[in-house]
């Protein structure tokens, strides 16, 4: 037993001593000596510019908004953006795929740069593919990998860094206009491609609230935890790589239907004759400082703490939308709380058959019962036995997809957040989250009505019968998780049983 120790402990030290060398080895360029760029003002004669500055002239101090639910909407909104840009775009993202929308997306950036607009481009390092980019894109990597090749190993040496993503998305066109929301960039979150679509929601802001997402990104732009992405991915290329990417598109049918739908959506001709219906009110922009990314950050500086203290007392309702739901102990005790105040609590996330996550969905299983005795009523979106084009079902965020990804809250039919940050500890301590908390009873009056109407039967609803779970949808019931089988409900026990919730 003593010889086991012994060679366990130098085990261990070995294993140190190369930790130690690995990092030392391929430690990361200092940042110190670049030079940070700063958003540039609207510019005075861009024909999106005066269009936005015409009607915010009449609501002074407010932000007009508009909920882009449907993937279609969201994708043509950013590239008539792109498209109209006249003096810079800045775009901030988690995931941008190299699929057809997101070369779509990049070679209007391209496009854009060619005509002499400034392209910033900021890419969390955990998701990106086939950025290459024109000479004028400036393109900066949030927290990169060490290794270039097989990335994950960097894991082995760095992994209380690289544990820390950027989970942020916003858009940002001539200092006038800003999309914000839980939509990454690639096809499946805009109603297209061949894998599962997702049920997502952005929003579409100009007004009062651009300036702060643009001082935001600046930030961002900024922070130590952002390196330019040229001595990890090479320079850009001489050539142009989008025009080759884009080919291999080019016979693609769904190319030409896609193209078809965007053109066809309504959004784009209300955007360009400045006729969108936009609500006019109040927005308070909240998002985590970048810092976040290199280590812990204070509870009063997270964006949680924040967001609980902008929303106030809430009175009446709660309705929750988070696709990623690991309450932990503390999360259910503060529903409970809101509960025996009186505050009706409603959540909803994804099935065990719709989500993409199976050890997320396991940190939420393990709190289920516990919530439903709080008498939290939960929901969870059923997986569709086919993926359905965005006409056949439009509910209040969004499409019936596959599987959910919007990040969303209405309180007291009168506020509504609408951003990146999920109901579990990685959006709370971990990664950065930003969104936008708007007084608006429209929106939230819609969101709680399809919580009381159930969800049109989209989801199941959870409940205690006799101290057992059953999943009901008003035409059906079942005693065991919907759509899974034995072996795979085995698994989601014995992963909620490892100490990883942290993690999740």
């Known amino acids: 037993m003593r010889l086991f120790f012994k060679a366990l402990a130098v085990l261990v030290a070995v294993a140190l001593v190369i930790i130690v060398i690995a990092r030392f080895v391929f ?28 009607q915010w002239a009449d609501h002074p101090g407010k932000t007009g908004v508009a909920p882009l639910g449907r993937g279609a909407d969201a994708f043509a909104a950013r590239m008539m953006l792109a498209d109209a840009a006249q003096s810079s775009i800045d775009a901030q993202y988690y995931i941008w795929r190299g699929d057809m929308t997101g070369t ?38 949030y927290n990169p990998f060490n290794l270039r090749r097989f990335k994950m190993l960097s894991y082995g040496f760095d992994f209380f860094r690289l544990n820390r993503r950027m989970h942020n998305k916003s858009f940002i066109v001539d200092g006038a206009a800003t999309i914000l929301g839980g939509r990454n960039i690639g096809d499946e979150y805009f109603d297209t491609g061949p894998k599962a679509l997702f049920v997502d929601l952005d929003v579409l802001a100009v007004g009062d609230v651009v300036p702060q997402v643009a ?166 979106l059923k997986q569709q036995a086919s993926v359905v084009t965005p006409r056949d079902k439009v509910g209040p965020f969004g499409s019936s997809g596959a599987s959910l990804h919007a990040k969303t809250f209405a309180v007291d039919g009168q506020r509504i957040f609408i951003g990146s940050f999920n109901f579990d500890p990685r959006s709370t301590t971990l990664n950065t989250e930003m969104g936008l908390l708007i007084d608006s009873k429209a929106m939230a009056t819609r969101m709680h009505s399809a919580f009381d109407n159930k969800l049109d039967g989209l989801a199941w609803q959870v409940t205690l019968t006799d101290g057992d779970l059953t999943w009901r949808d008003g035409s059906e019931s079942t005693a065991h998780e919907p759509g899974t089988g034995f072996f795979k409900r085995v698994a989601l026990t014995i992963i909620g049983w490892l100490p990883v919730e942290w993690l999740l």
Do not use: C
Request: hydrophobic share 45%.
């Open 27 to 54: 430690a990361l360029p200092k940042v110190d000596d670049r030079t940070d760029s700063v958003a540039l003002a609207p510019p005075a004669d861009a024909p999106l510019v005066t269009s936005v500055m015409a």
């Open 104 to 141: 779509l997306l990049l070679d209007a950036l391209w496009r854009a740069a060619e005509r002499g607009v400034r392209v910033r481009l900021l890419i969390d390092d955990n998701g990106t593919a086939g950025l290459d980019t024109h000479e004028n894109v400036n393109v900066r990597l």
């Open 215 to 380: 001082s935001d990104f600046d930030r961002y732009w900024a922070a130590q935890a952002v390196h330019p992405a040229g001595p990890f991915v090479g320079d850009a290329p001489k050539s142009d790589p989008i025009a080759a990417r884009m080919a291999r598109f080019g016979d693609d049918p769904q190319l030409s239907t896609y193209r078809k739908e965007v053109t066809a959506s309504a959004l784009v001709n209300d955007l360009r004759a400045g006729t969108l219906d936009l609500e006019w009110t109040d927005v308070v922009l909240v998002s985590d400082d970048p810092v976040k990314g290199l280590g812990a950050v204070a509870r009063e500086d997270l964006l949680a703490t924040r967001l609980v203290q902008a929303f106030g007392r809430i009175e009446t309702r709660f309705d929750g939308i988070s696709p990623y739901f690991v309450p932990t102990a503390t999360g259910v005790s503060a529903f409970s709380v809101l509960q025996r105040r009186g505050v009706q609590v409603r959540m909803l996330t994804n099935s065990l058959e719709a989500t993409d996550v199976l050890p997320v969905h396991a940190g939420y299983a393990k709190r289920r019962r516990n919530l439903l005795k709080a008498d939290v009523e939960l929901f969870e």
